[in-house]
């Protein structure tokens, strides 16, 4: 679905597409050798980076959480703007791992997500391996209302469906030596050709360990009411809204409690234009494009980015006498 129409003021998708700037189509075609293992391992490569995956995906079972949904809304989390329309955000994504276009949503659909399991360990006194059917019935779930801003200028509002990771952090029990938390993404390039790609695979983020218990860090587990789509990175993905959606890592499969600032995906493509800390700033502009505003998709008009996204008011202390300069990055 094309819902998008370019206008004069907006930034390029080949410009403002994290990869395309750390990894452009040129040094793909130079990086023989990530060529060569596509071809190798798909001769009948139906699997085009920058078109994701064309097979038909095999219906998808029900799945067993779906008694869950909707969930109850919690009313301390609320919009300056309408919530995104779904059929909107199922087909503007980012979920590399399938490809690099944003309508990702048919490609996306060969993630298999069960059997699944998130391993919780590192410096805890509780580190265990959990389903993630119990997982997520291991939490009460709530619905939040959040807005979502990409470093690439665009921005949506999103219904998400999930539990604060304050409360999984909790149950973890981290230990003092524990100063961040690292997330990890599924790797299997057989299921996701984006991984067949010459990229720092899997996809990491991290938060420090005060952000991950900050009230607005939420582990999601669904939106619009349901079970979360395979496109938005079911079955459990990250919410930091007042972060660059990058830091909003998919899949994830492992959270470890660590004592080093974990090196992220983005980091490790590209240090000086993605960051670890990403805090939304509209005053720091990406090395080339500024971030003064956002495209609303869907929504037909153009906001002025907030400090920190609009949720200074939950997070601005965590960074209360730190250096300012990285923080935005
Ligand atoms: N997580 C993984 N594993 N792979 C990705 O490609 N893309 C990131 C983030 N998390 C990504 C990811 C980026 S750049 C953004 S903007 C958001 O997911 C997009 O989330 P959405 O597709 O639900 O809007």
Redesign the pocket.
């Known amino acids: 679905m094309r819902f998008h129409r370019r206008k004069g003021w907006e930034i390029p998708e080949s410009e403002a597409?994290?990869p395309e700037i750390a990894f452009s189509r040129r040094s793909a075609l130079e990086a023989g050798v990530a060529g060569l293992v596509v071809a190798a391992t798909r001769p009948a490569a139906a699997f085009s980076w920058f078109g994701g995956e064309e097979k038909p995906a095999a219906p998808a079972p029900p799945d067993p959480t779906a008694d869950l949904y909707p969930a109850r809304r919690n009313g301390a989390y609320v919009l300056d703007r309408a919530v995104t329309a779904q059929e909107i955000?199922a087909h503007?994504?980012?979920?590399?791992?399938?490809g690099m276009v944003?309508d990702?949503a048919a490609a996306a659909q060969a993630l298999r997500t069960r059997p699944w399991t998130v391993k919780i360990d590192g410096l805890v006194e509780a580190p265990r391996e959990m389903g993630i059917d119990d997982l997520v019935r291991a939490f009460p779930l709530e619905e939040r209302l959040y807005r979502?801003r990409?470093?690439?200028a665009w921005s949506?509002a999103?219904p998400w469906t999930g539990f604060p990771l304050k409360s999984l952090v909790a149950t973890a029990r981290p230990l003092s030596g524990a100063k961040f938390v690292r997330f990890e993404?599924?790797l299997d390039r057989a299921m996701a050709p984006?991984q067949r790609a010459f990229y720092p695979w899997?996809?990491v983020?991290g938060l420090t360990i005060e952000e991950a218990g900050n009230d607005l860090a939420f582990l999601v587990t669904g939106?619009y009411g349901a079970p979360l789509a395979r496109?938005?990175?079911a079955p459990l993905?990250?919410a930091v809204p007042w972060k660059?959606?990058?830091?909003?890592?998919?899949?994830?499969v492992r959270i470890s409690f660590v004592a080093e600032k974990p090196k992220t995906?983005?980091e490790g493509l590209q240090a000086s234009e993605y960051g670890f800390w990403a805090n939304v700033n509209p005053d720091v502009p990406h090395p080339r494009w500024s971030q003064a505003s956002e495209e609303v998709l869907g929504a037909g008009e153009r906001r002025k980015t907030l400090i920190y996204n609009g949720y200074g008011e939950f997070v601005a202390q965590l960074y209360a006498g730190m250096p300012q300069g990285r923080l935005f990055m």
């Open positions: 597409t994290p955000n503007y994504n980012n979920f590399y791992e399938f944003k990702i979502h990409c470093v690439e949506m999103i993404t599924f984006g899997p996809y983020e939106a496109q938005h990175g993905r990250l660059y959606g990058f830091k909003s890592i998919k899949s994830i995906f983005w």
